[in-house]
């Protein structure tokens, strides 16, 4: 990728980035790469800290519903799960990471390990599983987990449903909208978001969409905005949270919810140069023919403005199969943004650009998307019906968030007043990262 913004910017490192495994694809990696005799304690755990153990730790963390299941942070567990290592980066099951391989280096938040730390972990499964000297081991990882289990630290602010609510035995899809008002003793003024981060109150959760705050969907990390960029929460906001909640009826199933979010605040003083707001390119015309393994819509946006374009989320339900967002400037040069060869709905990833990428006004993005409605789909639920849009997970949706920021920056500064023409009504703003 060549597009890239032409101002300095703060970077979009300051993103908190999640990894969730310890692999990716391996295509390319001879054996002559391998490391012959690799230990536990020497070769595999720098790999492990670097790239697994935040989410594959006691109370690791939780994408979305995603939680890892086991803890890769000792010799003896480690040793038992090396089999399912070595396959997970034989076939690229893990980490949970879609883009196409030349994107490498273009995301942030990207999982993948290079050639040779996968070679390693291959060749020591294929060796014995060889512990080796702990003494050898680098000191144990550090991760910035708070004690009350939010990723994001201390809240600010904390928006749950009003009582919990049960999802009883017959349910297996439920759709169902609660609002909740935040009061002024919640919020008596209007804040600049920093971070927020959903934890789902119960397992019967599959995803969330809570306006104006953002949501959750399987695989998505909590939102944490770079030092200098924001959101707006505006007093007197009530929050709509659209649930849904999927799981297997039959007796005894019933679960209560209590789903709930948290928002930490820029602090006063703190200084906002960039205000983030989003794109969804939504499609809603579409209707993919029973049984077409290659079904493909598209849609468009064109900025007025300049603007810096900071990530992209791509969003279909079980059919969704691959992704791709292009974008056009003025002149006619045309350029890959973001290619998702292999969609997985049940890894809903934000692709968060290393460099904002510079779309002067004119721009046009072109989103693509596609998707395998045949029985060859292990998840299609039903090959045999053409599919239109709508809100179960049986039927299929067609999404390209993209969030971005005016390429001029605005100096605001945490705790003075926040001028009313940046949204608009309370609650109107929407989260970059929501899922629908």
């Known amino acids: 990728m060549r597009l890239r913004e032409a101002l300095p ?90 883009a196409a391989r030349e994107h490498k280096g273009d995301f942030s938040n990207e999982r993948v390990l290079e050639d040779s730390e996968i070679a390693t972990l291959l060749a020591w499964a294929r060796s014995g599983t060889l512990a080796g000297d702990p003494a050898d081991a680098p000191p144990a990882a550090e991760f910035n987990m708070a004690t009350n289990g939010w990723s994001i630290g201390e809240p600010d602010l904390i928006v749950r449903l009003p009582e919990p609510y049960l999802v009883h035995d017959t349910i297996e899809d439920q759709y169902i909208d609660f609002e909740v008002p935040i009061t002024a003793d919640m919020l008596p003024e209007d804040r600049w978001v920093k971070a927020v981060e959903f934890r789902a109150g119960s397992s019967a959760v599959h995803h969330v969409i809570a306006s104006p705050i953002g949501g959750i969907a399987p695989g998505n990390a909590p939102r944490v905005f770079p030092d200098g960029y924001g959101t707006v929460l505006r007093k007197g906001t009530t929050v709509t949270f659209s649930m849904h909640y999927h799981k297997t009826p039959g007796e005894g199933t019933a679960v209560w919810d209590q789903t709930s979010a948290a928002i930490v605040f820029y602090a006063p003083g703190e200084i906002i140069d960039h205000v983030v707001q989003s794109q969804s390119l939504g499609m809603f015309r579409f209707e993919i023919p029973a049984n077409d393994p290659n079904y493909t819509f598209r849609s468009e946006h064109t ?134």
């Open 9 to 98: 910017l703060v970077s979009m490192l300051a993103v908190v980035v999640l990894v969730a495994a310890c692999a990716t694809s391996a295509p390319g990696i001879s054996a002559d790469s391998e490391v012959s005799t690799p230990t536990f304690y020497a070769d595999v755990v720098p790999i492990l800290q670097e790239n697994c153990q935040v989410c594959h730790m006691e109370s690791g963390q939780n994408l979305g519903g995603m939680v890892a299941p086991v803890a890769f942070t000792s010799y003896e567990t480690t040793k038992e799960w090396a089999p399912r290592i070595a396959r997970a980066v034989r076939t690229g099951r893990m980490p949970p990471w879609h």
């Open 303 to 436: 900025f007025e403005k300049d603007v810096n374009i900071l990530w992209m989320l791509p969003h279909m339900h079980l059919r969704g199969k691959a992704a791709l967002y292009e974008i056009t400037l003025p002149g006619g040069e045309k350029e890959t943004l973001l290619h998702v060869p292999r969609y997985d709905f049940n890894w809903q990833h934000t692709y968060i650009l290393n460099e904002p990428v510079l779309a002067p006004a004119g721009t046009k993005i072109d989103l693509t998307l596609w998707w395998d409605n045949s029985a060859g789909n292990r998840h299609n639920p039903n090959p045999d019906r053409a599919v239109r849009w709508g809100r179960p997970t049986t039927d299929e949706m067609g999404y390209g968030f993209m969030s971005y920021t005016e390429v001029e920056p605005r100096r605001f500064v945490a705790g003075e007043k926040i001028p009313e023409e940046l949204f608009g009504p309370t609650g109107s703003q929407r989260n970059p990262g929501s899922p629908e």
